[in-house]
């Protein structure tokens, strides 16, 4: 079976964290960056310690981080996990724009679209990443 090795992890990088609201209380997105302004790492809280919501949280930003590491772009996993509902939408505030977020993989999308700029996804001609308000694409 054909694997796809991660480039080793670099010593530093940038990261930004957004605070998301939702229906099970506070989401914390932190997107590591490389030198390009890629982003190359997802990290997640929510819930308490050893919470469902918290191991999910968890599950979800390993997974993406492994996809962004093996040759995923940012806008791939933005179109994949973009509109995955399974809570109440909660208005949010991200850069200029109120979005609504419905679940965490929603709201993680939210946030990685938000830290897309040029870099790697656009060298790889990936599509514009569509703005969102209120949940719905336009």
């Given at each position: 079976m054909p694997t796809t090795a991660a480039p080793p992890?670099?010593?530093?990088?940038e990261g930004v964290t957004t605070r998301l609201n939702t229906e099970r209380g506070e989401l914390f997105v932190t997107v590591s960056t490389d030198a390009y302004g890629s982003p190359v790492e997802?990290?997640?809280r929510l819930g308490?310690?050893?919470s469902f919501e918290?191991?999910?949280?968890?599950?979800a930003c390993r997974l993406v981080t492994?996809?962004?590491r093996s040759g995923?772009?940012?806008r791939d996993v933005v179109s994949e996990c973009h509109g995955i509902s399974e809570m109440q939408p909660f208005p949010n505030?991200?850069?200029r724009d109120t979005v609504m977020v419905h679940g965490l993989g929603d709201g993680i999308a939210h946030v990685l679209a938000s830290c897309v700029t040029?870099?790697?996804d656009v060298a790889r001609g990936a599509p514009e990443i569509e703005q969102v308000k209120g949940g719905e694409k336009r």
């Open positions: 992890r670099p010593n530093v990088l997802v990290f997640g308490k310690a050893g918290h191991g999910v949280t968890e599950l492994l996809a962004l995923a772009t940012a505030r991200i850069g040029t870099g790697d």
